[in-house]
């Protein structure tokens, strides 16, 4: 069981990653990164009441697979959107 629920939380990473361009545009970054962080404390928190199988499928597989690739790929995308902003701001003299 712990397989299928690594299985699930890399398939949803992967399947979540164009969606969050769209929840980061909609709610805005700051915004969403929170709220990523706070259903990561959650599951992990959760985590410690896990008592069947199928309950770390759905915590572990769906709860933080959503909540890392969110919280993961909104802050990257950010810095690397301001960075590269200052970037051709200083290269055209601004």
Known sequence: MISLAISVNLVLYGLAGPFCAAIAERLGVRRVIALAMALLATA???????????????????????GTRVGRSC??????ERRQSRRQARARGR
């Open 44 to 66: 992990i928190f959760l985590a410690t009441q896990i008592r069947q199988p199928w309950q770390l499928v759905v915590l572990w597989g769906l709860i933080v697979g959503a």
């Open 75 to 80: 802050g990257f995308g950010a810095a690397v």
